[in-house]
Structure formats: structure tokens, C-alpha cells
């Protein structure tokens, strides 16, 4: 079967409530006129006049945590250490083939703000949509989250030992009982909107 990339991901966006006071992003638009000045200090002895229409470039000035848009937290991110002991991988210590392995959605936007999700809750949607967990595949919990991104009242964050999208209303409960089938666990944040379908 040829493989198929579905983008979930969100774009960073400045000045909308995208995450806890405080730590939102922070980008500055720099337009072709502005950007001139700092682009001729490049360029030695170039004047404006000599630039294409006599623009700069247009840029981006980001200030960003990496909480901020769609990202993975790795285990470092929640400790120093993790089975049994041993240091926690950072992310660029994760195997890049993790990342490019099958997905699996699963729905949960029925369940109210605050809904723990239980294991059974789990299994009863793999029923649903006739699939049965194999390893290394990504799970994706689609929750009612996505629809309230960027209003500032999607809830507080949830952070378990196996991990949920991050302001995803939905806690997970006990979830490891169905998903220590997969070999690997990473979690998945900020993804407001989803594929249709499986």
C-alpha cells in the first residue's frame, strides 16, 4: 500500500491565547520596507535604490518555547530519567523512523471537558473503527480541543505517564493498560484539527 502523509499540524500564530499566559509566541512581522536597513548591513556598500524594487525581504522574528505549536515532547521533557534509571532521551536522541511509522485516530471529541478516558474507552474505539494496535504505530487522540484552539478556555493541561495531546480536555486514564502493546510512546502535542477517518 503506498504511504500517505496527512498534515495535522498548526502554524504558529502571535496574539491569540495558544497557550498559558505567558508563555505564548511572539512574532514580529517584519515587512520589505522595515527589514531594509539590517539588510543592507549585509551588503557593504548597497543602497536602497539598488535593491529589486527597492525592497528588502520579508522576515519573521520568532520568540518561542518548544511548547509552542504542534511538537513531541520526549521523556526528557517530563524527567531525568526513565526506565528504571536510566538518563531520558531528548529529542534529537529519538530514532527519526519513530516519527514515520503508520497512524491511528482516535475520536474522543463526544466526551465532555474533563472526561477521563479509560482504557476501556480505548479498546472500545479500536472496535469501533475495526483496528487492532500494532508496534511503533502513532496514536492520535482526536478530542473536542481542536474546535476551542486559540480562545484561551480549552482547560488545563494534562500530562500522564503515557501522555495525552496537551489541552486536549480528555485525561487519560490508565491508558498504558491497552497501549504498552506499542513499543515505543512519545507524546504528540497541539493538534487542533484531524484527518477524517481512520
Known amino acids: 500500500m503506498a504511504r500517505r502523509y496527512v498534515d495535522i499540524s498548526v502554524a504558529l500564530q502571535a496574539g491569540i491565547k495558544s497557550d498559558p499566559a505567558g508563555g505564548e509566541p511572539k512574532i514580529h512581522y517584519e515587512g520589505h520596507q522595515e527589514s531594509i536597513p539590517r539588510m543592507l548591513k549585509h551588503f557593504p556598500g548597497m543602497t536602497k535604490e539598488q535593491l529589486p524594487g527597492q525592497e528588502g525581504w520579508a522576515t519573521e522574528q520568532c520568540q518561542i518555547s518548544t511548547h509552542n505549536g504542534t511538537h513531541v515532547d520526549a521523556p526528557w521533557h517530563y524527567a531525568t530519567t526513565m526506565d528504571g534509571g536510566k538518563k531520558a532521551a531528548t529529542i534529537d536522541e529519538m530514532p527519526l523512523e519513530w516519527f514515520h511509522q ?22 472500545a474505539e479500536l472496535r469501533r473503527i475495526g483496528h487492532t494496535l500494532r508496534p511503533l504505530e502513532i496514536v492520535v487522540v482526536n478530542t473536542a480541543a481542536g474546535a476551542r484552539y486559540g480562545c484561551g478556555d480549552v482547560g488545563r493541561q494534562f500530562h500522564r505517564q503515557v501522555g495525552t495531546v496537551e ?30 477517518g481512520k
Open 102 to 123: 503508520p497512524g491511528v485516530k482516535l475520536d474522543f471529541r463526544h466526551f465532555g471537558n474533563g472526561y477521563v478516558v479509560s482504557a476501556a474507552d480505548i479498546e
Open 167 to 196: 489541552l486536549s480536555q480528555v485525561d487519560i486514564e490508565h491508558a498504558s493498560d491497552v497501549l504498552d502493546r506499542r513499543d515505543h510512546l512519545a507524546e504528540v502535542n497541539r493538534l487542533p484539527k484531524f484527518a477524517r
